[in-house]
């Protein structure tokens, strides 16, 4: 099983970014995914998440403003960030969840900054 994040990087404050993270050894399909974040000194938090069917939800913080989408073809989940703030500086991470099954990824830098 593994979960490979890109797409982080130095971004501005108000830029966008497209982070990825692609599935494999697993069947990507029936996993509810979701996209978490560790800031530096802080706990690790729920960010985003998409059920198999395609409902989403997110944190308040990022409401508006993240949205997450999957292609199960591609066995990948995006989370598009948009508006981003320096608060918004994490280690993004994705994570695969069914059945008492629970993967993780390495995660991607997004560092926000003038």
């Known amino acids: 099983v593994q979960l490979v994040e890109s797409g982080g990087g130095l971004v501005q404050p108000g830029g966008s970014l497209r982070l990825s993270c692609a599935g494999s050894g697993f069947t990507f399909s029936r996993y509810i995914m979701r996209w978490y974040r560790q800031a530096p000194g802080k706990e690790r938090e729920w960010v985003s998440g998409?059920?198999?069917?395609?409902?989403?939800g997110y944190v308040d913080s990022v409401k508006g403003r993240f949205t997450i989408s999957r292609d199960n073809a591609k066995n990948t989940v995006y989370l598009q960030v948009n508006s981003l703030k320096p608060e918004d500086t994490a280690v993004y991470y994705c994570?695969?969840?069914?059945?008492?099954?629970?993967?993780w990824g390495q995660g991607t830098q997004v560092t926000v900054s003038s």
């Open positions: 994570a695969a969840y069914y059945s008492g099954n629970n993967y």
């Open positions: 998409i059920y198999s069917d395609g409902t989403t």
